[in-house]
């Protein structure tokens, strides 16, 4: 819920006046980008309810949301009202509001009105009274229960209990995590479904051998959370508006004779896993706050890392099919050349073709170097790219997505969520909720 001083969807007698309109474009695509439920205005003096608003117009106009008292479910759109009738000043010829964007209005001379807003955890309603007869005039009802989150992460947990790889032991605490998410009933409020999806979350990470997405254990992807790789390349560490963090091999090979032919398995010692995503969130806090020395904190934070790594993660992975004096090579330079090529139509031939090798062998030879498919890591980095575009240069997700290489916006939505479980925009929400509540 947002409240702001503007009616930019109120009464109509204000609907053009130069400031009112400067306002509305100006922040009605920010309202959109937000997913905002609710916006409350004032400056009219009036009571209007418009229609749920999406891209400055109405997204249903139907005699249904015309009714002076209005149920939804899981809505499109903001709805808007202008409250500001409980003061004295009244105009001198009130009257109903009548406007595309007005679902219902009141105004009666020398009559106020006021409005009680109630928030449960799974609705929100406002209703508005008539001070003469105290009669409710208007009667709004918002009700929300998806259950997304928490049906995806019971998919998450059947799957890995079927997939034999565990023993009972081992899926104790998962199942009873699972056990409790199947019990929440299919018509629940937002927040009992959302916090049973969480606690299965945490249950089902302890099987996720890879530090990503949700590194600080939130249940959500948010500015603090941390992808994490090894890359071979030159420095020690890169952030990304993601928070991609890359260790550099060169950087491990300081300390350990031919660290081209080990890994590092995080799932060896519980304990050390634990650490390197708690250092990782204390970096990406660093990132964003950027205090005074805060790379010297980085730092330091960086070598523990390299020293748990070293010590407690270090084995020793299969010999590659090819020198292994050589090995870096080829991907070193195919590296480069993608993320100079990236926005174009490159494909696995023509960056094959660039290193000198068939495209075949290309194409085995970089998925295990870098654990990932050439596709899968060409689209990855492009999406890195338009959502550091989306979030901090402002640029639509359409300009976001032709600039960066892809196909077209399905492209990359589609990529925002195999990665990060949700649309660009909705990242973008999350990545500016965690900044104001870091400056809070």
């Known amino acids: 819920m947002v409240s702001f001083h503007q009616d930019i969807y109120g009464y109509p007698d204000h609907y053009d006046d130069a400031e009112v309109s400067e306002c509305r474009e100006q922040l009605y695509p920010i309202i959109d980008d937000y997913d905002i439920d609710v916006v409350l205005t004032g400056h009219g003096h009036n009571f209007t309810r418009s229609f749920q608003m999406q891209n400055n117009a109405p997204v249903d106009n139907s005699d249904e949301f015309k009714q002076k008292s209005v149920t939804v479910n899981d809505p499109s759109g903001t709805v808007f009202f202008e409250l500001s009738t409980a003061t004295s000043k009244n105009y001198e010829n009130n009257k109903p509001g009548s406007h595309a964007h007005i679902a219902n209005s009141f105004a009666v001379n020398g009559v106020q009105s006021f409005s009680v807003v109630n928030i449960t955890n799974g609705s929100l309603s406002i ?23 928490l049906d995806k992460s019971i998919e998450e947990a059947n799957a890995i209990i079927a997939s034999g790889k565990y023993t009972d032991e081992q899926l104790v605490e998962l199942n009873a995590a699972l056990q409790a998410a199947l019990s929440v009933p299919q018509v629940c409020d937002l927040i009992t479904a959302y916090d049973a999806a969480v606690v299965l979350d945490e249950a089902i990470k302890a099987f996720d051998p890879i530090l990503y997405g949700d590194a600080n254990g939130d249940g959500d992807i948010m500015i603090n959370d941390c992808i994490f790789i090894l890359k071979y390349g030159i420095g020690a560490c890169e ?14 090979g300081k300390y350990v004779d031919n660290i081209e032919n080990l890994w590092f398995d995080i799932d060896k010692n519980k304990m050390a896993r634990n650490k390197i995503k708690t250092n990782l969130a204390l970096i990406a806090r660093y990132f964003v706050v950027k205090e005074q020395y805060y790379e010297v904190a980085v730092n330091s934070l960086l070598y523990e890392i390299y020293h748990i790594l070293l010590a407690d993660c270090l084995v020793e992975k299969e010999k590659l099919p090819y020198d292994a004096n ?40 970089f998925k295990i170097i870098t654990k990932n498919t050439f596709v899968h890591y060409l689209n990855g980095l492009r999406l890195e790219n338009a959502l550091r575009d989306i979030t901090q240069n402002r640029t639509s997700v359409t300009n976001a997505a032709v600039n960066n290489g892809f196909s077209g916006v399905k492209s990359l939505i589609r990529m925002c969520k195999e990665i990060y479980n949700c649309t660009p925009t909705q990242y973008k929400k999350k990545y500016l909720e965690d900044l104001i509540s870091k400056d809070k």
């Not at 490159?346 to 660039?354: F, G, N, T």
């Open 326 to 365: 050589n090995n870096f090579h080829y991907a070193k330079s195919a590296i480069e050349y993608i993320g100079t090529h990236y926005t174009d139509d490159i494909s696995l031939s023509e960056v094959s073709s660039y290193v000198g090798l068939s495209p075949s062998y290309f194409s085995r030879y």
């Open 239 to 252: 952030m990304t508006p993601a928070q991609l963090v890359l260790l550099s091999f060169e950087s491990l």
């Open 127 to 149: 209703d508005t009274y008539r001070t003469d007869t105290m009669e409710v005039y208007d009667s709004y009802t918002i009700n929300k229960a998806d259950r997304t989150k």
